[in-house]
């Protein structure tokens, strides 16, 4: 959803609702169904993804330096950031931004040699991810002041005002394929691998057995894959109502990243009791850290009340059905267990 708005906003759809609604629906079900033939359909839709973002990563960079170069930068960098209740939200999205690549272990079983690649995998990216952000970041503030950048249409912003400067009128159109292509990419990525837990969980009888199927012919969790889709665009048209596209917009990135850093919780749980205890304590820490920065509003909040009940409301959604659907199937499972002793 948010990748839909920053990439749309530039094209008139910014504040138009429907439009931006429709399209980010769109770009769900394009990631989704080319996951759903198979992985070796789906992997092109990733690895366009990937390469579009480091393309515009690059993009940026070149035309943040072209644009110091002609007038100087737009910001006096400072080492320390200044304290701002209405940007404590932020520091949750950089926390959420760099998280991931646990996802990649739920298709352990597809990947070549996880055991070697995999902890290579994580340093490599982890190093070239800190650099993409922090490169971009320092661009975006090279062309505008932070306070002229809205983090719903930021990049729009950033390409309209560097296109002015240097004369290009096309630089905005190819940030926003770029980001376009970034979303579908990074949407497909996310839905192929999560969809695997709802497809484990079938199996082991902790969700309906339709979750366990495969598609006769792509070889898929199809079922899977399908709800997750009708989950994440039920939730994408549910936060819609009540308040701004931009207290929307920020209430789909709070609960993303709640909903996101809650079962951290249990993972670093069973870290610490593994033995693993400064991994753990360090991971806690920032768990904690995301979810509470998540829900201080910001400024352009209007509606604070209505902004903590979706929050609220989606939590209790999120952890309640989870605990529901356990609950009842443990005990299913469980009653077949006692007849098979019998």
């Known amino acids: 959803m948010f990748y839909m708005s920053i990439a749309l906003s530039d094209s008139g759809f910014g504040e138009n609702r429907v439009g931006l609604v429709s399209a980010s629906l769109a770009a769900i079900w394009i ?54 209740w209405d940007t404590v939200s932020f520091w949750a999205t950089i926390a959420y931004a760099m998280t991931g690549l646990e996802m990649v272990g739920l298709m352990g079983g597809e990947i070549r040699d996880p055991k070697r690649n995999m902890p290579r995998a994580a340093w490599i990216s982890s190093v070239f991810t800190t650099l993409f952000y922090v490169g971009t970041t320092a661009a975006l503030q090279i062309v505008l002041r932070p306070g002229r950048i809205s ?11 560097a296109g002015q400067v240097l004369g290009a009128s096309w630089l905005s159109r190819a940030i926003l394929a770029l980001v376009l292509a970034t979303a579908i990419g990074q949407f497909g990525g996310l839905g192929s691998s999560v969809s695997r837990m709802p497809f484990a969980a079938g199996v ?37 109502f009540g308040d701004t596209l931009r207290a929307a917009y920020q209430a789909l990135v709070s609960l993303m990243v709640i909903g996101g850093f809650l079962p951290y919780l249990y993972m670093f749980g069973s870290a610490w009791k593994a033995g693993n205890r400064w991994s753990a304590s360090s991971g806690i820490g920032m768990t904690v850290l995301a979810i509470a920065c998540s829900v201080v509003p910001t400024g352009e909040i209007h509606n604070v009340w209505l902004f903590e009940g979706k929050l609220a409301a989606g939590t209790f959604a999120v ?24």
């Open 204 to 240: 082991d009888h902790l969700l309906p057995k339709a979750f366990a199927k495969i598609h006769p012919r792509w070889n898929t969790p199809h079922i899977s894959i399908v709800t997750f889709g009708i989950v994440a665009s039920g939730l994408l048209v549910a936060l819609q």
């Open 151 to 161: 983090e719903l249409n930021g990049l729009a912003q950033v390409g309209s005002a």
């Open 31 to 84: 990631a989704l169904g080319t996951n759903l033939v198979g992985v070796k359909i789906g992997k092109w839709t990733e690895n366009l993804g990937a390469s579009a973002s480091w393309i515009l990563g690059v993009l940026l960079v070149v035309v943040a330096a072209l644009v110091w170069r002609r007038q100087g930068s737009a910001t006096i960098f400072h080492l320390l950031p200044d304290f701002n």
């Open 319 to 342: 952890v309640a059905s989870g605990w529901v659907i356990y609950r009842r199937y443990n005990s299913a499972d469980a009653g077949r267990g006692i007849l098979k002793a019998w």
